[in-house]
DNA sequence: CGCCGAATTGATCTTCCTCAACATTGGTGG
DNA sequence: CCACCAATGTTGAGGAAGATCAATTCGGCG
């Protein structure tokens, strides 16, 4: 399953705590976290990261690449819950209930922090601050499927195309993989139509409509947004304000 | 706002502790919580308990009654997110993120438990466990959305249907508004329709579909399970396993 | 160059929506 | 207690959004 650990990244030395969007950490509280971490783990593209209903010892924190959590009925009909960035926790549900109810996937190569999920006890014990940043990231977790639900529920496939792409780049852009209206895109158009609930066909012609009235444009990898104000009108979109968040 | 606090029920005296589903407090979570505890209010049916963008100071366990979560467009269509039965916290996006970027509307009449919010962070400096509880209420509501977008990205909406009778009437079972295979179903068809994502005409001919294969039978305030087995399977349903569960 | 998976396009079918009329229910006031 | 009203639910007809099926085309990559 193509998975390796390594030991690589000490906390301090983080990448992706210099970013503006997370909150700053404590001498203190990092060392925490070093303490608590296991190990680093690299992921192939494609590969699985968490299986459902498999009970994994672990919890992780993407530190680099794109994963996304997704969900299947028997017949095979699947849907892409939520995509993951860097910055975000990863088999919360696991680490919590015991069960994981949904599969998540490396979407591009992808490097994570592990962490052993019986120590996540510990650190509602000894680190009050961080079991709050933790319980923080569920809630915002929550609100995100929130709003990924009212685009399903209400939406066309065409607002929810362009609901998405904003979504996707504002997200993208605090962590550095979009700017300037451009985001890297490593998601297929297979991707894409699980997360809107739509057929790839479908979505291939709603990206064409949108292409069509030069509000993207659309290569293999890259998405280009190429008028914001009118994507956003078409998509209805409600911001994400970015405050600063916690990080693990 | 049809809103009276009121200070009845002592957390030891608590109507809900006694279920099964719920797990055991001890003496001294109950005194914890209890000097957390506010108050009590009671909030009419049709009533706003959390408003969308309001910043309230509270934070809420359901007592007794119906409540469910929105959230709109700004044209107006709407999305019920979830539904939410007593033992279940509200609010709690508003008392960490700061925000609430969905309604929370009482379905009948209902009675909650009232917390300050700011306090919130003392129950993770002073009483890590029940801090634990909060979050693992967290997770399972993002479980419980999770399998809702599912329903609504991939399953047709007689399925759809199907899967929300069943997944209500065992959520209801477990603290007593449903059993014997009928739920005391206090919504309308038109809270159905924005739970499902379809118009309230489709909901009136999908229930008859479900009716005429007598498979439920519907009253205005009453769904009857006929055939549990054939409905599951129109559902493709995936039963929630129903393990002891905290509460606050 | 040839292959394979992903994307595109067209034609047709199904599901669900829209609009509009009508029925039913529960509540309210005379 | 009845009559009326508003809200909720039902039914029909026609239309639009999106699915399905099938045939190409495109774009890397060995």
Known sequence: MNQAVTYKTKCHACPLRNKAIFRPFKEEELNFVMK????????????????EDNNSPHLYTLLEGWAFRHKALQDGRRQVLNFALPGELIGLQLALLDEMQ??????????????????????????????????????REEQLIDSHLLSLGQRTAK?????????????????????????????SQGHLSEALGITTVHTSR??????????????RDRIRILNRQALEKVACYEPVEATQRPMI
């Open 36 to 51: 608590f971490k296991a190990g680093e783990l690299t992921v192939e593209e494609g590969a699985t990261i968490v299986l």
């Open 102 to 139: 949904h599969t998540v996937t490396a979407l591009t190569d992808t490097t994570l922090c592990v962490f052993h999920k019986e120590k996540i006890w510990s650190i509602f014990q000894d680190y009050p601050a961080l079991a709050y940043s933790i319980t923080w990231m569920a809630a």
């Open 159 to 187: 607002e929810r195309l362009a609901n998405l792409i904003l979504h996707l780049y504002d997200r993208a852009e605090t962590v550095g993989y979009a700017g300037n209206m451009t985001l890297d895109a490593p998601f």
């Open 206 to 219: 709603t990206i064409r409509k949108l292409h069509d009235l030069e509000l993207i444009s659309w290569t």
